[in-house]
């Protein structure tokens, strides 16, 4: 059975794309911490972000940063957050999160619920400043 994260990729389970390459692909966290909170994964469907190659995960690092900037560029913030949990799903994914303060990184916080509109113009910024890069 294919990973959440792998249907999503596969256009089984609809996303707000942030961007994409021919690797990795990122969207908006449906149960963000704040609004642009972005997720980066692999589009091969790997458990583990430390099972990854090194020059993929190095690849993997280089996507995760030029989203990063485009998150900072349409949610204008103190610096873009990186987190790398993974418990909840068998996917490897980093989640890109705009901080205000080191308090907007903690997933312990009442999530975020946004409009579909809101959500897509989120992504859709985001995606605007990406292909910008």
């Known amino acids: 059975m294919a990973s959440i994260f792998t249907r999503i990729v596969n ?3 609809p996303s707000y ?4 390459n ?5 969207f908006l966290d449906i149960n963000p911490l704040v609004k642009g909170h972005t997720l980066c994964i692999p589009r091969r469907e790997v458990d583990y972000i430390f099972d990854m190659e090194d020059d993929e995960i ?19 913030c103190v610096k873009v957050g990186e987190a790398v949990l993974g ?12 901080m205000q ?10 999530k975020k619920s946004f409009s579909k ?3 897509q113009a989120a992504a859709d910024a985001i995606y605007a400043a990406y292909k910008k890069l």
């Not at 996917?91 to 890109?96: G, R």
């Not at 303060?101 to 009442?110: A, R, T, W």
């Open 58 to 76: 190095a690849r993997f690092q280089v996507f995760a940063k030029k989203v990063a900037i485009a998150i900072k560029e349409a949610f204008p």
């Open 17 to 20: 794309k942030c961007a994409e």
């Open 87 to 98: 418990l909840e799903v068998p996917h490897a994914h980093i989640h890109l999160i705009p």
């Open 22 to 26: 021919e690797e990795f692909y990122a």
């Open 11 to 13: 256009g089984e389970i």
């Open 117 to 119: 509109e809101e959500m």
């Open 101 to 110: 303060s080191e308090k907007d990184m903690l997933f312990s916080n009442p």
